[in-house]
């Protein structure tokens, strides 16, 4: 029974929080719903981390879905480049559904909260099939599952704002769904296959054909507006402020990122390297996409007042970085972009939820509102500046790996100019972070303001400081990590070749 269990793993993670969505509906209460959400997330992770094993040893895991062979049948796939992010996304999932409960109740009606519980589900549902599938379609319904579960969420929040902010996060996503969609057509009409690895074969002959061509073009500029990268990103400041603060913990930590991910392996394992680098000029569009997204999101950082919205366009910057690894096309700037779409992961969850637990206090997260915060809720403080801290880039935290490795795979090829990008997005980084610890530890209360008392409840804390934790153990001993998402990256590189 067990040996069947452990061949069932990649389909268990695809369909355990896809049948316990509707639990949570028929449940139709807060805590049984939390309960149902917050068990499946940790099984679902648990099966992720014996995944990630398994990939380490075996390189790879297929599953065919009802028996039906390749290219035939739909086909789960598990490598070590998916193994990484399907780790990410329900880790994230995991120590979310900890701290969701407090969080949602605080800002949400208690009878409302079990929809969030299952639209939250769904959303897992639909990251974790476009991270394991194998079929180009279905990777297209799973984009599809996830980006209307968050569009529902993102409209829960509790200001009338976020039904503005779902509504145009709607019609962009729904833009990039399209385009993502017209290029995988374009390219069934030229393969006859939707299976991945097939399409790859079947490329071969007809790769430099105009129709192979604009459906790369499609499929980047559709799964870039999902990353939200520059100057694609509209939709992604509002969703992220006006969103229920658990929302945007999961969201912030894992949607763009597996979007990157898709078109990482579109782009790699689909289309190759030699045409999209090579023969068509994709790595230098994308290279002055991100470093204008560094330093325009970093800029617009700067000026803004709600300190969720701050995070939002911090987002903006943080994408450019990964993007930037992954556009220099070789095994050191694909290494530098994995390493850091997870710690940017870990690091945007650990702030998002420090941010949640001072609105879960003070109904309010302006720079003005939490003015002295850290002497009355010193540990949510706290988190918020080593989270801060490796967002920077400081040396011993996450932030710092992940920029380290950037700025070597950018010295190797002698790209100096995008390394002082990088440095000057690092410095601007330390001025809007500075702002907001400035406000929590160096000023006092407006008069009149409310004065908070205490701090957020344990489990509020307890997944945050994981999160914080988390960034200081890969800052100290990020060897393991850069070793993990290296061996991903060289596999990466001999499919795409």
């Known amino acids: 029974m067990i040996v069947q269990l452990f061949h069932q793993m990649p389909v268990l993670v695809v369909i355990l929080p896809l049948m316990a969505a509707p639990l949570c509906v028929i449940a139709h209460r807060a805590l049984p719903a939390w309960l149902i959400h917050t068990a499946v997330s940790w099984v679902v992770f648990g099966i992720s981390f014996l995944l990630f094993v398994e990939t380490r040893v075996a390189g790879r895991v297929v599953y065919a879905l009802g028996g039906w062979a390749p290219p035939f049948g739909i086909e789960l796939v598990i490598d070590r480049f998916s193994a990484i992010v399907l ?7 995991a120590l979310t559904s900890l701290y969701a409960r407090a969080s949602i109740a605080a800002e949400l009606p208690r009878e409302r909260a079990y929809l969030v519980y299952a639209a939250m589900l769904l959303c897992l549902c639909g990251l974790v099939g476009m991270t394991v599938t194998g079929d180009a379609f279905n990777l297209f319904v799973f984009l599809e599952v996830s980006s209307l579960a968050s569009y529902s969420l993102i409209a829960m929040g509790p200001s009338r704002r976020a039904l503005l902010s779902s509504f145009q996060y709607l019609i962009m996503g729904t833009v990039g769904g399209t385009f993502l969609l017209i290029g995988i057509g374009f390219l069934y009409v030229m393969t006859g296959t939707l299976n991945m690895a097939d399409i790859a074969q079947r490329l071969q002959g007809v790769a430099h054909t105009h129709t192979v061509e604009a459906g790369l073009a499609f499929i980047v500029v559709g799964l870039s507006l999902k990353a939200a990268l520059f100057p694609l990103h509209a ?49 230098d569009v994308l290279i002055v996409l991100s470093v204008a997204a560094m330093l325009s999101g970093s800029l617009a950082a700067i000026f803004q007042t709600d300190v969720k919205r701050l995070l939002a366009w911090s987002s903006v910057a943080q994408m450019g970085y990964i993007v930037l690894g992954f556009a220099l096309a070789t095994g050191a700037g694909l290494t530098a972009a994995l390493t850091h779409m997870v710690n940017h992961g870990l690091i945007k969850g650990a702030l998002f ?4 637990a001072m609105f879960w206090r003070m109904q ?55 390394a002082a990008a990088i440095l000057v997005s690092s410095l601007l980084a330390v001025i809007y972070i500075g702002r907001v610890v400035e406000s929590l530890y160096f000023r006092e209360p407006a008069e009149g303001r409310k004065v908070a008392r205490g701090e957020a409840p344990a489990l509020m804390l307890v997944a945050t400081w994981t999160l914080v934790a988390l960034n200081i153990a890969v800052g100290l001993f990020g060897a393991a990590e850069v070793d993990a998402t290296r061996q991903a990256a060289m596999s990466l590189l001999g499919v795409g070749q």
Do not use: E
């Open 364 to 418: 309010a997260c302006s720079i003005n509102d939490i003015a002295g915060l850290g002497k009355r809720m010193p540990w949510t403080c706290a988190a918020f500046v080593v989270g801060g801290l490796s967002l920077i880039g400081f040396p011993g935290t996450a932030g710092f790996i992940s920029k380290w490795v950037l700025l070597q795979a950018l010295m190797v090829d002698h790209h100096w100019l995008l």
């Open 87 to 93: 780790l990410l996304v329900t880790g994230m999932s």
């Open 353 to 356: 939820m420090a941010v949640g």
């Open 235 to 283: 939709w992604l400041p509002n969703a992220y402020t006006y969103a229920p603060s658990s929302v945007s913990v999961f969201i912030a930590a894992t949607s763009t990122k597996v979007a990157v991910y898709a078109l990482i392996r579109f782009v790699f394992t689909v289309f190759g390297a030699d045409l999209a680098f090579d023969s068509l000029p994709l790595g």
